[in-house]
């Protein structure tokens, strides 16, 4: 089991590169399976994740290799065999295998997909967009055949933008015969990344960004060279982090665009902020206002910004509230934070958060992935040494992140025991 040590309060300065986005690449490996050519992908950040979906292309004996930044990736010899469901079940993003293989062999046999677990994240609106498409989904226990004699273009409207659904409809969609429609697509950058992907390896995708999406089926896909857009999540967590305790803190390699919900809010509140063109400069500032916020499909609030973000909101001064409703399990972080001597209520969907209060060091557990997030900030803030287990999600969605804190200042490490 690996534990994280913080040793908080001390002033963070200097520049923090920011990595791939994790919930492109998660996508853009699985969809890689489309053409029968090369691929090679730029920008890919070296996380668990990206492991994961490698192991699983190697099932499908497909050729991977990896260089510093780069994976290529070669599925001329690919074989469609049943992902085993220790496979599928250490990350969400495994069922875009579902519906890349799908969309390639017309059969995908696989397990139900792992990840946080943050609430109940169920795959109908995936299932139905196979079904519209043509595929009939057989689902024992945990199971799933999906298979079709032939894919068709579809009108699809999703009850909810769900990214995972819009993501998986495209990849089964973009060899279908025929014109697909989807209607209330998510609208995510990593989106429109996946889709530019998909176009540069031959397919013929619009509106990707918008709420409707259309994608003409084409029979073959072919080689091409992409690169990953810039993680805001993980942008905009360490942009938090500079508002906890930054002096300076230049968080680079980012599209601001991507985070401007979280920069208004930080603006509002007071926080001291330089934004360029594809940076943010960041420093703590005194006396923050109190603010609410709630999370939404983008361009709203990013639910996975919520959990870090309530760790700011502990420094306001007076009354926050933070509504979550994305994800019906996302304050697993909020005892922890209370251990540290946060003022936090939790009542339904909202927490009622009162600032400020001093940060104590405790030995907190990070639940999930943005909840270790949401600890890290917390650490480097509180006064003492505060160790964080269950750091493993943590290295699921950040890259080098003890190397990137320790090269701005931070007491931070990660130990086996
Ligand atoms: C993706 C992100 C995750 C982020 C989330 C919302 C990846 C790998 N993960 O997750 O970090 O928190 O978007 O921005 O990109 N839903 C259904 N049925 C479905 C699919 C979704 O009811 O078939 C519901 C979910 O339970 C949830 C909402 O739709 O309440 C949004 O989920 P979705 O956008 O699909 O999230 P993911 O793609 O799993």
Redesign the pocket.
Known sequence: MKIMEIEGNRELHGTIRISGAK?AT??LIPAAILTDEEVTICNVPEITDTDALCDILNELNVDVKRASESIIINPQNMKNVEIAERYSKKL??SYYFMGALLGKYKKAVMYFPGGCSI????????LKGFEALGATVTNKKNKYIVEAEELHGANIYLD??????TINIMLAAVKAKGTTIIDNA?K?P?IVNVATFLNNMGAKISGAGTSTIKIEGVEVLHKCFHEVIPDRIEAGTYIIIGALCGKNLKIDNIIPEHIDSLLSKLEEIGVDLEIGKDYVLVSKGENYKPTNIKTL?YPGF???LQQPFSVLLTQCNGKSKVTET??ENRFMHVPYLKDLGADITVKNQTATIIGPTELTASSVVATDLRAGAAMVAAGLLATGKTVITNVEHILRGYESIIEKLTNVGAKIDIKEI
């Open positions: 919930n998660v996508a969400r993003a609430g109940a994240r169920p795959i109908d609106l995936h909810i933008a769900s990214v995972g659904a998510a995510e990593e499909v990013p639910t996975d994305i994800w």
